[in-house]
């Protein structure tokens, strides 16, 4: 039991969860909405069994490269969260190396047959650059200046973006759908939650480095808050939190227009005064356990944005 409790802890079994509420919540609060706004004749392009495969290709991946990570930090995490250590205190190395390619490898088999059975080509080999992507991270661009973020970033935009290219795809390919299905909105709709979850992961991301700059700095990271200082990264996170809410008052302020009501009280409260008070607490915060707060905080924003999608639901049924 305790070596199975210490492997969900390993995978960072929440986070699993947390990808797979968002690509499903995606597909059935806006995917399906628009392709019954089109007529109940125009069923879904890909089966939700293909879909519910991809998402689990998607929760493989994503496993595989926490366990890199933790796989290839173990010496900074000695220092930065020495509690909550699994690799080499609980499961040895060896047998992370192992299942780490072991889940990478189920999901892209996995990925390369939902490709081959919707006809959709690109979607094995882009899963094999997620992984690849989620290795170089752990071996090299997380101690650099901001590729790491980026990557991180981009990599969780994606959790939308595979959904959404991969309707938008069959739309503009299938005959039958074009000029019935809007593959526009499918898009629009792709873009403002993969854009979110960019910014968004970017906030926490640089916090993150905030909060471990100790043991980062000492085996030789070139993290922003070593190389610019944590008041430089400070004002860096700032101005895409400003960014961030000024985009969402905007959308709010433009399906105000359709009388979005519901959507624009809920993202007001639960989007836009949380990441307030975020700018608020980082003018102060100095301790990494305040940094810390705040990276919770900017989960549970990341949390109450994705639900949104909800709102699509209700208002285009």
């Known amino acids: 039991m305790k070596l199975l409790v210490a492997f969900f802890r390993l995978v960072r079994s929440l986070n699993l969860v947390f990808i797979a509420f968002t690509q499903l919540l995606f597909l059935y609060c806006v995917i399906i909405p628009v392709f019954h706004q089109a007529g109940e004749q125009y069923g879904l392009p890909v089966s939700v069994f293909h879909v519910g495969l991809l998402v689990i290709a998607s929760v493989l991946i994503a496993a595989g490269g926490y366990i890199i990570n933790d796989y290839f930090d173990l010496n900074i995490d000695h220092i930065n ?41 690109w979607l094995a080999p882009a899963n094999v650059g ?29 959790t ?17 759908y074009q000029g019935m299905v809007q593959a526009s909105k499918i898009m629009r709709i792709t873009f403002l939650y993969a854009c979110f979850a960019f910014i968004i992961s970017l906030i ?37 939190i400003i960014v961030l809410v ?16 519901w959507s624009a009280l809920y ?29 919770n905080w900017v989960k549970f924003v ?15 049924a």
């Open 246 to 261: 000024a985009a969402v008052a905007i959308v709010q302020a433009y399906v105000l227009t359709f009388a979005w009501w």
């Open 204 to 240: 926490r991301e640089v916090i993150k480095d905030i909060e471990d700059m100790a043991g980062d700095e000492k085996y030789g990271c070139r993290t922003m808050p070593i190389v610019w200082g944590v008041n430089v990264s400070k004002v860096f996170v700032a101005t895409w």
């Open 267 to 295: 993202c007001v409260l639960l989007i836009i005064v949380p990441l307030v008070s975020i700018l608020r607490k980082l003018y102060t915060a100095q301790l990494s356990e305040e940094f810390h707060r705040l990276s």
């Open 130 to 158: 997620c992984v690849i992507a989620l290795w170089f991270y752990s071996t090299t661009f997380k101690r650099k200046l901001l590729s790491g973020n980026i990557i991180i970033s981009l990599l969780t935009a994606w």
């Open 81 to 121: 969260k020495p509690r909550q250590m699994v690799v080499e205190k609980i499961i040895k190395r060896r047998w992370a190396i192992i299942w780490h390619l072991v889940l990478s490898m189920l999901g892209i088999l996995i990925s390369a047959y939902v490709a081959w059975k919707t006809r959709v080509w």
């Open 160 to 176: 939308v973006m595979v959904i959404g290219f991969l309707f938008h795809y069959k739309v503009i390919t299938l005959p039958n």
């Open 302 to 316: 990341m949390l109450t944005g994705i639900v949104s999608m909800v709102f699509f639901k209700i208002y285009f």
